[in-house]
C-alpha cells in the first residue's frame, strides 16, 4: 500500500494517520492503482472482485437501451449477475425516479463506503448515459452519521442523510425517460477518466455550501466574515445559514475545509515555504497555522511534503 500511495504522491506517513487527507487527484491515482493492483474496479470492497473490465462491459450493455429507465433496470441486473453483496432496485415512487439498494440479509453485508461508492456509480454513469448531470433530490443511507459525514457534501449533488429505512438515490422521475444519447465511441474517454467522473461533484452541480467555499477560496488570503459574504451571495445570515445548516454544515466548518484543502494542495504540489502557505491561507503567523493544521489533519504540514522545500 506504502508503494501505491507514493506513486501517487501521498507521503506514506500519512496511512496510518486517522484524519489525514488527499486531494482528489491523489484519491483517484491512488484508487487506480489499487485496482490495477488488486484486478479489482472497487478495491478490496465487496466479497469478490470486480475485475478490471467490469465497468466497460457494465456501461456496454447499457448503451443500447431506449431510455435511462430501462438502463437503470439493466444496471441492477448486471450487478445481480455477479456480486451476492446486494440489489439494486429501481423505479418510480411518489413522483420521483429511484434507486434502493438492498444488502442481502444472508450475505456478507455491505460497508458504508460500498454504499456510497455504489450509488456514485448509479449517479455517474446514468448521468453519464444521458448526457445530462442529474441533481439528486435526496440521497439516504441505512447507517449512522460517520465522522467525516461533510465530506459526502463534496460527493452528492443533493441533500445527505444517515441513519434512514434504507439506502438510496431519489431524482426527478422525468429524467428516467430521457434517451441514452452515449454511443460505443464516447466509451473510452469516459473509462480514462474513471474514476473523476462518476465521484466527485462538479461545479455546475454544486449547492449552496459548494458556492460559499468557492467565495471564501476566492477571497483569501482574506477571511470574509459571514456577513459579507451573505451579502454577496444574496442572501439574508439568517438564510444562509438556515441553508447550510439544510446541507448539513456551517459556515466555519466551511471556511476551515477551504483553508485545509488548499493547504494540503498546496504542501503535495508545490516546493512553497510552510510560512507562505500560511500567510496566503490567512493567518498571521506560522505557529497557528501549524496549530489549525494539527487539529484539522492530526499531522503537521511537514508530513504533508512530497516535493523538497526551498533551500
Given at each position: 500500500m506504502a508503494?501505491?500511495?507514493?506513486?501517487?504522491?501521498?507521503?506514506?506517513?500519512l496511512l496510518q494517520a486517522p484524519a489525514a487527507r488527499v486531494t482528489e487527484e491523489q484519491f483517484s491515482t491512488l484508487y487506480r492503482e489499487l485496482a490495477m493492483e488488486l484486478d479489482d474496479e472497487m478495491p478490496g470492497i465487496f466479497s469478490r472482485p470486480l475485475r478490471n473490465g467490469t465497468l466497460k462491459f457494465l456501461c456496454l450493455s447499457l448503451l443500447d437501451a431506449p431510455r435511462l429507465e430501462v438502463a437503470l433496470h439493466r444496471f441492477g441486473q448486471f450487478f445481480h449477475l455477479i456480486l451476492d453483496d446486494f440489489r439494486?432496485?429501481?423505479?418510480?415512487?411518489?413522483?420521483?425516479?429511484?434507486?434502493?439498494?438492498?444488502?442481502?440479509?444472508a450475505g456478507p453485508g455491505v460497508s458504508a463506503l460500498g454504499s456510497e461508492l455504489m450509488l456514485k456509480l448509479v449517479h455517474g454513469v446514468a448521468s453519464w448515459l444521458i448526457g445530462k448531470r442529474i441533481p439528486l433530490a435526496r440521497v439516504e443511507f441505512d447507517f449512522p452519521r460517520p465522522p467525516r459525514a461533510s465530506d459526502s457534501l463534496y460527493l452528492f449533488p443533493g441533500p445527505v442523510q444517515f441513519g434512514g429505512r434504507q439506502t438510496l438515490l431519489r431524482f426527478d422521475h422525468a429524467y428516467l425517460d430521457m434517451p441514452v444519447r452515449r454511443r460505443k465511441a464516447d466509451l473510452q474517454k469516459f473509462l480514462a477518466r474513471a474514476p473523476?467522473?462518476?465521484?466527485?461533484?462538479?461545479?455546475?452541480?454544486?449547492?449552496?455550501?459548494?458556492?460559499?467555499r468557492q467565495y471564501l477560496a476566492d477571497c483569501l488570503p482574506a477571511t470574509p466574515t459571514i456577513e459579507a459574504v451573505a451579502q454577496d451571495l444574496h442572501f439574508s445570515v439568517r438564510t444562509l445559514c438556515?441553508?447550510?445548516?439544510?446541507?448539513?454544515?456551517?459556515?466555519?466548518?466551511?471556511?476551515?475545509?477551504?483553508?485545509?484543502?488548499?493547504?494540503?494542495?498546496?504542501?503535495?504540489?508545490?516546493?512553497?515555504?510552510?510560512?507562505?502557505?500560511a500567510f496566503d491561507i490567512g493567518f498571521d503567523n506560522p505557529t497557528a497555522f501549524h496549530r489549525a493544521f494539527r487539529n484539522w489533519t492530526g499531522s503537521t504540514p511537514k508530513a504533508y511534503r512530497t516535493m523538497p522545500a526551498h533551500p
Open positions: 508503494r501505491l500511495a507514493e506513486r501517487a504522491g501521498i507521503p506514506s506517513g439494486l432496485e429501481s423505479g418510480r415512487e411518489d413522483g420521483f425516479g429511484e434507486v434502493v439498494l438492498h444488502a442481502d440479509p473523476e467522473d462518476w465521484i466527485f461533484v462538479a461545479f455546475e452541480e454544486q449547492m449552496v455550501c459548494h458556492h460559499v438556515r441553508r447550510l445548516t439544510a446541507e448539513g454544515t456551517t459556515f466555519q466548518a466551511i471556511k476551515d475545509e477551504v483553508r485545509r484543502d488548499i493547504a494540503i494542495q498546496r504542501l503535495t504540489r508545490t516546493t512553497d515555504a510552510i510560512a507562505e502557505i
